[in-house]
Nanobody, 127 residues
Framework: HVQLVESGGGSVKAGGSLRLSCTAS????????MAWFRQRQGKEREGVAA???????SYTDSVKGRFTISQDNAKKTLYLQMTSLRIEDTALYVC??????????????????????WGQGTQVTVS
C-alpha cells in the first residue's frame, strides 16, 4: 500500500521561497511519474510540475523559472522548490503518483484524473 505524505507548506511573503516535500512509502520512483498539483480556493486542481522516470520535468507556464521539481531516491522523497512566490501561488499543494514512463508523464502530467495515488496536501499561503 503506497502512501504519500507532504510537508513544508506555510505562510510566506510575496517574493519568498518554500520547499515542499513528499515522502512515499513503497518503491515508487523507479516506475512512476511523480507530480505536484495545487488547488486554489474555488478552482479545479491544477498540475504544477511533474518528474518522469528518466529525470525529465514538466511545468505549468505560470511557474516556469520559479519552481523546481526534484527527487531524492535514497530518501524516497519528492521536492518542489518554490521561489519568487506570488499571491496567486496560494493553494493546497498535493503530491501525486501514477505508473507511467517518460512519454506518459509528459503527456498526462497536468491531468489530475490520470493520477491514482494522492497525498493529503500541504497548504501554502503567500501574502
Amino acid at each position: 500500500h503506497v502512501q504519500l505524505v507532504e510537508s513544508g507548506g506555510g505562510s510566506v511573503k510575496a517574493g519568498g521561497s518554500l520547499r515542499l516535500s513528499c515522502t512515499a512509502s513503497g518503491n515508487l520512483y523507479t516506475r512512476n511519474c511523480m507530480a505536484w498539483f495545487r488547488q486554489r480556493q474555488g478552482k479545479e486542481r491544477e498540475g504544477v510540475a511533474a518528474l518522469g522516470t528518466d529525470g525529465s520535468t514538466s511545468y505549468t507556464d505560470s511557474v516556469k523559472g520559479r519552481f523546481t521539481i526534484s527527487q531524492d531516491n535514497a530518501k524516497k522523497t519528492l521536492y518542489l522548490q518554490m521561489t519568487s512566490l506570488r499571491i496567486e501561488d496560494t493553494a493546497l499543494y498535493v503530491c501525486a503518483a501514477e505508473y507511467g514512463g517518460p512519454y506518459w508523464c509528459e503527456t498526462w502530467h497536468s491531468s489530475a484524473g490520470s493520477f491514482g495515488r494522492w497525498g493529503q496536501g500541504t497548504q501554502v499561503t503567500v501574502s
